[in-house]
């Protein structure tokens, strides 16, 4: 479905190029500025930094002068605001309304069944967010819940958790599978105790175990070992650190 980002009155150069990233992290690339700030955001250096390699879609955005342009072509339209208007859209939380239009239609009650083609999701201004009559021309208003006591959102903050949720409505990405690690060998019992051996000879060496009184350590070290279910490599490292203890003593012995 297309789908497109709609900014209203940008006045931070990095929010955009903030903005572009979290598009295209999601997928999405159709970008529209409506009266920003600066009338070369998409090239100036903030914004080109923040986009962190997301160049492309700042490269297709486009910055128009009136509502109208920004909107053509784009069938339903979410106001996004923290707060319903009176007399304004249905307010609605996104991920519920996402899942309606992904399935076709801009309401469960619609009476007009034609599947929906295309989506806008209009953001404000950083300073004001969206005016009443922005939102008024809206089908929608939603609201990202948050913290009842502290609910201001970045703008690229705000547009990456509705591209997340617009795009996990859609059918989201696929989670990439971790590559098949080789398989390993469990060690047997005989290589269990002669690592616990060797480990037994290093303790007595740098005087933490005395063999005269050693009381439960090596059964319990058995026993931690045992629930370890460790691997061959595993033993290596242990009779490793075990050699190298050894060495040390000895050095610190030598005159």
Known sequence: MQTR?????????????AVARAMKVMGFDDLVLVQPRWPDVLQRTEAVERASGATDVLDKARTVQTWEEAV?????LCATAMTARDFGPPLAAPREHFA????????????????????GLVFGSERYGMRNEEVYRCHVCLRIPTNPAYGSLNLAAAVQLLAYEWRLALGGFATLEIPAQQEVQRA??????????????????????????PKKLMPRLQQLFNRAALHEEEI????????????????????
């Open 5 to 17: 980002f709609i900014l209203l009155n940008t006045s931070h150069a990095g929010n955009v190029g």
């Open 100 to 119: 309606q239009l992904a399935a076709g239609q801009a309401s469960a009650h619609a009476a007009d069944k034609t599947p929906l083609r295309s989506v």
């Open 72 to 76: 053509q072509g784009i069938e339903h």
């Open 236 to 255: 290596h490292i242990l009779r490793g650190i075990a050699k190298a203890a050894l060495q040390m003593a000895e050095k610190k012995k030598a005159p």
């Open 188 to 213: 047997d019992a005989a290589q269990v105790q002669a690592m616990l051996a060797h480990l037994e000879q290093a303790l007595v060496a740098i005087d933490y175990l005395d063999p005269a009184a």
